[in-house]
């Protein structure tokens, strides 16, 4: 018992971390004008609305862009989006939002986590190296400043690149 505690701590305290700091970020009811937030927000929008009108893989947006019928949803991955779409069903828009970027650290860090158990570190030393690189300036910039959506969830993944590099074998660690 004490074990899975132990295990799910590892993961329960980085996650409580980033609860923290998105709500402190979030504190006011709004979401940041980055870069690309009212393009991505507006994607969501968009299969949010597909979604309610039961069309499961939209080819031209329909609700949004004047109606005109952009290309936009063929051009461009959708995974996430149809990620935020959902929680859309379950928030309000903008908790929502912030909803998918704590998923995405979420995902960064358990990425990290179980890259730093392949290449042997220990729980805590993995737990360690997967939260300071999901904190780091440039990420948390990325994710709530700037909200370059596809650019953090392909940065999700960039732990994955030196072990396929190197050719590390995956053994089965557990994260």
């Known amino acids: 018992m004490i074990n899975?505690?132990?295990?799910?701590?590892?993961?329960?305290?980085?996650?409580?971390?980033?609860?923290m700091m998105l709500v402190y970020v979030g504190r006011f009811g709004f979401l940041y004008s980055g870069a690309d937030l009212q393009f991505h927000a507006n994607r969501i929008f968009e299969y949010y609305?597909?979604?309610?009108?039961?069309?499961?893989?939209?080819?031209?947006?329909?609700?949004?862009?004047?109606q005109i019928g952009s290309l936009v949803p063929t051009m461009y991955p959708s995974l996430p989006?149809?990620?935020?779409?959902?929680?859309q069903?379950?928030?309000?828009?903008?908790?929502?939002?912030?909803?998918l970027m704590w998923l995405q650290l979420m995902v960064q860090f358990s990425v990290a986590k179980w890259v730093g158990k392949e290449l042997?570190?220990?729980?805590?030393?993995s737990t360690i190296a997967a939260f300071i690189y999901t904190v780091t300036t440039p990420i948390l910039s990325q994710v709530i400043q700037q909200w370059l959506f596809g650019e953090v969830w392909a940065m999700s993944f960039m732990p994955l690149a030196p072990m396929s590099i190197n050719?590390?074998?995956?053994?089965?660690?557990?994260?």
């Open 89 to 99: 069903f379950i928030f309000p828009s903008v908790t929502a939002m912030y909803g």
């Open 4 to 19: 899975v505690i132990k295990k799910w701590s590892y993961y329960l305290i980085p996650g409580l971390f980033f609860v």
């Open 49 to 66: 609305n597909h979604l309610k009108e039961g069309n499961l893989i939209p080819v031209i947006s329909t609700f949004s862009s004047n």
């Open 81 to 87: 989006v149809y990620l935020g779409a959902m929680l």
């Open 120 to 125: 042997s570190l220990s729980s805590l030393e």
């Open 167 to 175: 050719g590390t074998s995956f053994s089965k660690h557990s994260f």
